[in-house]
């Protein structure tokens, strides 16, 4: 009995030994992906940049109207480009981070809150009464930058309409403002109320739910079994 007893040790041991190397590789395979990603979209960063400096310096100039509009067109596309490759980063990243999950979830079985060891784990235990501005919270840095390129995106679409039609829209709004005052009123009301609102759905849309997840595995200390190293997505690839 004590030789079958050590026996179920020795292979519990050896299977969480080969845990912990898929593990390891996973969170290697992660950063990779992720110096890899750093690299090529710094470039986006950096030309976007130089094509707002670009249009800067022609807008100052009256006779460049049509490069200023050039260049704008230019760095519209470019930020699509570029949010094209911060969705694709993030897809890639989820998956990552769900393998990375797994062997975490299954190295951490059976251990209490104090002994569990989580990457993405994190667990904030913050105090309601903390300064909002100074307390953890649960932001995800890609989905931050997709709606900063979002921004971009809109910000180059109306500096090409005012650029083609910057007189008439200044027309019809001194028009309002002098006829009909009680418009122009409503109209700014409508834009902060309506700000307001895509406020707390960009709050929602940019919180990530990993800390929520593993608050959940850590608190019901779910057990998983040791059988297969590989996660379920991957065991009929293998």
């Given at each position: 009995m004590?030789f079958k007893?050590?026996?179920?040790k020795?292979?519990n041991?050896?299977n969480?030994?080969?845990?912990?190397?898929?593990?390891?590789?996973?969170?290697?395979?992660?950063?990779?992906?992720?110096?890899?990603?750093?690299k090529?979209?710094?470039l986006?960063?950096?030309f976007?940049?130089?094509?707002?400096?670009?249009f800067?310096?022609?807008?100052?100039?009256?006779d460049?109207?049509?490069?200023?509009?050039?260049?704008?067109?230019?760095?519209m596309?470019?930020?699509?480009?570029?949010?094209?490759?911060?969705?694709?980063?993030?897809?890639?990243?989820?998956?990552?981070?769900?393998?990375?999950?797994?062997?975490?979830?299954?190295?951490?079985?059976?251990?209490?809150v104090?002994?569990?060891?989580?990457?993405?784990?994190?667990?904030?235990?913050?105090?309601?009464?903390?300064?909002?501005l100074?307390?953890?919270?649960?932001?995800?840095?890609?989905?931050?930058?997709?709606?900063?390129?979002?921004?971009?995106?809109?910000?180059w679409?109306?500096?090409?309409?005012l650029?083609?039609?910057?007189?008439?829209i200044?027309?019809?709004?001194?028009?309002?403002?002098?006829?009909?005052?009680?418009?122009?009123?409503?109209?700014?009301?409508?834009v902060?109320?309506a700000?307001?609102?895509?406020?707390?759905?960009?709050?929602?849309?940019?919180?990530?739910?990993?800390?929520?997840?593993?608050?959940?595995?850590?608190?019901?200390?779910?057990?998983?079994?040791?059988?297969s190293?590989?996660?379920?997505?991957c065991r009929?690839?293998?």
């Amino acid at each position: 009995m004590p030789f079958k007893v050590e026996m179920v040790k020795s292979e519990n041991e050896k299977n969480r030994e080969e845990l912990w190397k898929f593990y390891e590789k996973a969170i290697e395979g992660r950063n990779a992906f992720y110096n890899h990603y750093v690299k090529y979209v710094n470039l986006y960063a950096i030309f976007t940049g130089a094509l707002f400096v670009a249009f800067y310096t022609l807008l100052g100039k009256g006779d460049c109207k049509l490069y200023a509009v050039l260049v704008a067109c230019l760095g519209m596309i470019t930020s699509i480009l570029w949010l094209c490759s911060v969705k694709g980063y993030y897809s890639w990243i989820i998956s990552w981070i769900n393998v990375v999950k797994y062997y975490e979830e299954r190295l951490n079985s059976g251990l209490s809150v104090h002994e569990a060891c989580f990457v993405y784990g994190l667990y904030y235990d913050c105090n309601k009464d903390s300064c909002i501005l100074t307390k953890p919270s649960s932001f995800s840095t890609q989905k931050l930058t997709m709606l900063f390129v979002e921004l971009m995106i809109i910000g180059w679409f109306f500096s090409i309409i005012l650029l083609f039609a910057s007189k008439q829209i200044t027309e019809i709004f001194q028009f309002l403002f002098v006829f009909y005052p009680v418009v122009v009123y409503l109209i700014i009301f409508c834009v902060v109320f309506a700000s307001i609102i895509v406020c707390g759905r960009i709050r929602e849309k940019i919180k990530d739910n990993v800390e929520d997840h593993y608050k959940l595995k850590r608190t019901t200390r779910e057990h998983f079994s040791v059988e297969s190293p590989l996660p379920p997505n991957c065991r009929n690839k293998a």
